[in-house]
């Protein structure tokens, strides 16, 4: 979601990022608790997920591509490790999925093989401007860049909460709930408030936990 945030900001400005903050969305750790959350109807919709291209049965969430907006699109990528305890097993399970029946008929995202067409309605991957699929790893690759992206999206939209999917619960839990105590309230997430909001923060924490550092 943070890339989704860098071509959004690139291509709007941050203006655009404080006016959805204003819309006060709901902020959930991981991809697969908003992919529930529109399924089950707690959310009406999420751009944190991915989808099928082809409806799967028996859902009711329906998967939408941008037209002009950026979206996220990287490659799925997958090796056999040296001196892995299993490797003819580790050919086996990537011959099944590599295979082309199973990239026609099982894999729900865009084929990695050429000779497998997209589903009806949906043009090859490489041919959208807005979802170029090697943009997200030459994102990750400055971690620099990564790092001060993300302590700038912090000011406007605070930390994520919930349980990572999957993750540690109950260390998640608790890391997210001191690190909120220092997040200021939607409206008042200017640089400044914000460090005044912290100062105060740290105070409150000497004085609940009696802390002297």
């Given at each position: 979601?943070?890339?989704w945030f860098?071509?959004?900001?690139?291509?709007?400005g941050?203006?655009?990022?404080?006016?959805l903050a204003?819309q006060?969305?709901?902020?959930?750790?991981?991809?697969?608790a908003?992919?529930?959350m529109v399924e089950?109807g707690?959310a009406?919709?999420?751009f944190s997920?991915?989808?099928?291209?082809?409806?799967?049965?028996?859902?009711?969430s329906?998967?939408?591509?941008?037209?002009?907006?950026?979206?996220?699109a990287?490659p799925q990528q997958?090796?056999?490790?040296?001196?892995a305890?299993?490797?003819d097993?580790?050919?086996?399970y990537l011959?099944w999925?590599?295979?082309k029946?199973t990239?026609?008929n099982v894999?729900?995202?865009?084929?990695?093989?050429t000779?497998v067409?997209p589903?009806?309605?949906?043009?090859?991957i490489w041919e959208?401007s807005?979802g170029?699929?090697?943009?997200?790893?030459?994102f990750?690759?400055?971690?620099?860049?990564?790092?001060?992206?993300?302590a700038?999206?912090?000011?406007?939209l605070?930390?994520?909460k919930?349980?990572?999917s999957?993750?540690?619960?109950?260390?998640?839990?608790i890391?997210?709930?001191?690190?909120?105590l220092?997040?200021?309230p939607?409206h008042?997430?200017?640089?400044l408030?914000t460090?005044i909001?912290?100062?105060?923060?740290?105070a409150?924490?000497?004085?609940?936990?009696?802390?002297?550092a």
């Amino acid at each position: 979601m943070l890339f989704w945030f860098k071509q959004v900001v690139d291509k709007y400005g941050w203006d655009y990022v404080e006016a959805l903050a204003k819309q006060e969305p709901i902020y959930v750790r991981g991809t697969q608790a908003p992919a529930d959350m529109v399924e089950s109807g707690a959310a009406t919709a999420t751009f944190s997920t991915d989808g099928g291209l082809v409806p799967i049965d028996g859902t009711v969430s329906r998967f939408v591509l941008p037209k002009e907006d950026p979206f996220i699109a990287w490659p799925q990528q997958a090796a056999i490790l040296k001196g892995a305890p299993h490797p003819d097993a580790a050919k086996l399970y990537l011959s099944w999925l590599l295979d082309k029946d199973t990239q026609k008929n099982v894999w729900y995202m865009w084929s990695v093989r050429t000779d497998v067409a997209p589903p009806a309605g949906y043009k090859p991957i490489w041919e959208y401007s807005n979802g170029d699929p090697t943009a997200f790893g030459r994102f990750l690759a400055d971690r620099g860049a990564v790092e001060r992206f993300r302590a700038q999206i912090g000011l406007y939209l605070g930390e994520t909460k919930g349980e990572p999917s999957p993750g540690r619960p109950r260390f998640i839990s608790i890391f997210s709930a001191l690190r909120n105590l220092f997040v200021p309230p939607s409206h008042k997430r200017s640089a400044l408030s914000t460090h005044i909001h912290r100062i105060r923060a740290i105070a409150h924490w000497k004085a609940v936990t009696g802390a002297t550092a």
